[in-house]
């Protein structure tokens, strides 16, 4: 059975910082690329960050890019997303996906992506 499970969201206030977590089970992690993307209350979800199967090619959304880092580590089977200085318009809910290799180093595309978390909230507010 296929999980991604998602920890790490809550609230933190403008400037901090929060490390996302999602630990994958059910299939073979290393041969998946991932991603994390968001959505945020009456909004479309909105691609955040991917990362190549070896980690070694990243991608970000301009509204993140210097802030935000993606990172896995395939021997735990769990992709991480570290945020820093955050900003009220992060808020959202963050879900973690996977997605097969298909030839692309990594995905921009929600529907590039097979397996998706359940999503865990993020809210930056003081």
């Known amino acids: 059975q296929v999980q991604l499970v998602e920890s790490g969201g809550g609230l933190v206030q403008p400037g901090g910082s929060l490390r996302l977590s999602c630990v994958a089970s059910?299939?073979?992690?290393?041969?998946?690329?991932m991603g994390w993307f968001r959505q945020a209350p009456g909004k479309e979800r909105e691609f955040v960050a991917t990362?190549?199967?070896?980690?070694?090619?990243?991608y970000y959304a301009d509204s993140v890019k210097g802030r935000f880092t993606i990172s896995r580590d395939n021997a735990k089977n769990t992709v991480y997303l570290q945020m820093n200085s955050a900003q009220p318009e992060d808020t959202a809910v963050y879900y973690c996906?996977?997605?097969?290799?298909?030839?692309?180093?990594?995905?921009?595309?929600?529907?590039?992506?097979?397996?998706w978390g359940q999503g865990t909230q993020v809210t930056v507010s003081s």
């Open positions: 996906a996977a997605g097969p290799l298909r030839g692309p180093i990594f995905y921009t595309q929600g529907h590039e992506y097979d397996y």
């Open positions: 990362l190549s199967w070896s980690g070694g090619t990243t």
């Open positions: 059910g299939f073979t992690f290393s041969r998946y690329i």
